[in-house]
């Protein structure tokens, strides 16, 4: 069974940094995609980074230049660096993948359980 587990949430200051991991577990054959979504209390789940197994990523505008997300694929791991944290940015943040897990399986699409990320003003 795969699983993806997300961790370094927490409560920092605005303006403050803090970085996520979530580790893919479990029988994979091969990940097109990792990234990471947030929902805020009130509003729709939103994209806020991806990385493509090409090497592309793509970043909500709200984010550009602030956050990082980055790849360790001996590891099946994906980080977002937070940098710079606005109160806004609080919400749960959800890991999510597109993988895999033999030749010839469909592509899944699998979250994680989300981590909470509150910033204070």
């Given amino acids: 069974q795969v699983q993806l587990v997300e961790s370094g949430g927490g409560l920092v200051q605005a303006g403050g ?3 996520l ?9 091969s990940i097109n995609a990792m990234g990471w979504y947030r929902q ?3 509003k729709q789940r939103e994209l806020v980074a991806m990385s493509f197994s090409g090497g592309s990523t793509n970043y909500a505008d709200s984010v550009k230049g602030r956050f990082t997300i980055s ?3 001996a590891k099946n791991t994906v980080y977002l660096q937070m940098n710079s944290l606005k ?6 943040y959800y890991c999510n993948a597109a993988l895999t ?3 010839n399986s469909k592509m ?3 979250w994680g359980q989300g981590t909470l990320v509150t910033v204070s003003s």
Avoid at 21 to 29: M, N
Wanted: proline share 7%.
């Fill in 108 to 110: 899944l699409g699998l």
């Fill in 87 to 92: 109160p806004e940015d609080t919400a749960v």
């Fill in 71 to 73: 790849r360790d694929n």
């Fill in 17 to 19: 940094s803090l970085r």
């Fill in 21 to 29: 991991s979530c580790v893919v577990s479990g029988t994979i054959f």
């Fill in 101 to 103: 897990t033999s030749r």
């Fill in 40 to 42: 805020a209390p009130g």
